[in-house]
């Protein structure tokens, strides 16, 4: 071979070598004078400290445009594998880690690749807290801890009176989420299920009270936001008792009060699953440069700023070391009846993937 032949082709792998990191360049870089637009999908929960971030988020990134959707933790994930949504997901943020790996597995299993471009990251966290109305509460847990067996008992029985209650108070109203739908409700049956000394959910014990639960539950909401606010607007008579997120029963409990005048007192479960909201940049339909702007968007949930936001909003920082106490319109300082900074209680990890699945089956089958 030449010497003139050689350079030639060495000239030509430098100028391969040159197109190929201006392609990846190109990917992963926003085009001067065009926009990027990503898609966040979230549990409803964060509907309003999502869109208080949103604003700030686009003074800083002026070129990257957010779109926000809400749905149930679950029915996030489920409408992603089975192509549900009439959009493409940039971003997902289920309440539950876990709900995360559920959806690793799924796509894996059917895709044989990862489904995120990254680690997906915590942005903040909460507990699966019980509320009552302040009178029913007295009745139903006199000690002032929130009991699964007092709460199944009252349900057996039907009726307020039956369990020392005012006649005038009528049917006895417990309210979850679907659990086909929602995480709040996975991890209420899961919690329920293991008071009963067990961790196997296919037992007679445990069918029948999933039984039990169905039928007196009726038309669970699909969201834990939508069932609050449902809890809210019904009252007394329509709504006695339920299980929603920490974070949601800090943050409405003031509108409960405007609405039924006595506002709605929280009861700390124990033990509780402590979930960890967390937002993944997801691959299909996502090029590296929306990816790229995604990563930012992620990035930006964890600073200071918007972690403090997550805390006005009831949620608890997953970064940063923030005191509750010491952010501006923090919940914890609204003497809020029930509401701890530290409570004394013992935090179970959330469900895993297979468990969660056990209980939307043992949902779906039992009459």
């Given amino acids: 071979m030449t010497i003139t032949n050689q350079k030639s082709i060495k000239n030509r792998r430098i100028l391969s070598g040159i197109l190929t990191c201006t392609a990846l360049a190109l990917a992963y870089a926003p085009i001067p004078g065009l926009n990027q637009k990503i898609i966040v999908v979230s549990g409803t929960e964060f509907a309003e400290p999502l869109q208080q971030i949103e604003t700030q988020f686009e003074q800083k990134y002026p070129q990257i445009n957010l779109e926000l959707k809400f ?108 659990p086909t739908r929602s995480n709040s409700g996975q991890i209420t049956m899961n919690l329920w299920a293991q008071s009963k000394g067990s961790k196997n959910l296919n037992t007679p014990t445990v069918e029948s009270l999933f039984s039990t639960v169905k039928r007196s539950v009726y038309l669970p909401p699909r969201s834990t936001d939508i069932l609050l606010q449902e809890f809210i607007a019904r009252g007394p008579n329509d709504a006695d008792v339920a299980t929603v997120y920490e974070s949601i029963a800090l943050y409405r409990w003031q509108q409960s009060g405007a609405a039924q005048n006595k506002p709605y007192q929280i009861y700390y479960l124990n033990p509780t699953v402590e979930t960890v909201a967390t937002a993944a940049v997801v691959r299909r339909d996502v090029n590296g440069g929306t990816a790229n702007a995604a990563g930012k968007f992620v990035d930006f949930l964890t600073q200071p700023e918007q972690q403090k936001v997550f805390v006005q909003y009831g949620f608890r920082p997953t970064h940063g070391n923030i005191d509750l106490l010491s952010v501006t319109n923090s919940p914890w300082n609204q003497n809020i009846p029930g509401a701890q900074v530290n409570p004394q209680i013992t935090t179970l990890p959330a469900p895993q993937p297979s468990v969660l699945g056990e209980i939307q089956k043992l949902w779906q089958r039992v009459q």
Avoid at 122 to 146: D, H, Q, S
């Fill in 71 to 178: 749905q149930g933790s679950q029915d996030i994930i489920n409408n992603y594998i089975d192509q549900k949504n009439d959009f493409n997901p940039t971003v997902l943020i289920p309440t539950n880690a876990a709900l995360l790996d559920e959806l690793n597995q799924r796509w894996q299993s059917q895709n044989n690749t990862q489904a995120f471009y990254q680690q997906p990251k915590a942005i903040a966290k909460t507990f699966l807290v019980g509320i009552a109305w302040p009178e029913r509460g007295k009745i139903l847990f006199p000690n002032g801890k929130f009991s699964w067996q007092q709460l199944e008992k009252a349900m057996e029985a039907g009726s307020w009176q039956k369990i020392g209650g005012k006649q005038q108070w009528g049917s006895f109203d417990f309210i979850t989420t679907d």
